[in-house]
């Protein structure tokens, strides 16, 4: 079983910074990829951005040049660091993971329980 955790969110003013941690743990023996989801309330989750390797990322729209993903693959551990934050950012961010367990070698998904970002002045 494989357990996802998220950190760093909080209260932040328009314009502000945050940095978003996401740390698997459990029977791993590869993560493939790894994606931040956010759902705002009474809007669907969406997808805000996603990493195979460095080489290898993706960004909804709404948050290209503003929003970096990154993860440490030897720590099983991955980042958004969000700059620019703007009201229409605040949502529940959800971390995604999807990769090989250890032992079974059978694939594996799991979400973590999510983190709150409210932005507002």
């Known amino acids: 079983q494989v357990q996802l955790v998220e950190s760093g969110g909080g209260l932040v003013q328009p314009g502000g910074s945050l940095r978003l941690s996401c740390a698997a743990s459990?029977?791993?023996?590869?993560?493939?990829?790894m994606r931040w989801y956010r759902q705002a309330p009474g809007k669907q989750r969406e997808l805000v951005a996603g990493?195979?390797?460095?080489?290898?990322?993706n960004y909804a729209d709404s948050v290209k040049g503003r929003f970096t993903i990154s993860r440490d693959s030897a720590k099983n551990t991955m980042f958004l660091q969000m700059n620019s934050l703007k009201p229409e950012d605040t949502a529940v961010y959800y971390c995604?993971?999807?990769?090989?367990?250890?032992?079974?070698?059978?694939?594996?998904?799991?979400w973590g329980p999510g983190t709150q970002v409210t932005v507002s002045s």
């Open positions: 995604y993971a999807v990769g090989i367990s250890k032992g079974t070698y059978s694939p594996f998904t799991s």
């Open positions: 459990g029977s791993i023996s590869s993560i493939n990829a």
């Open positions: 990493i195979v390797s460095t080489f290898s990322t």
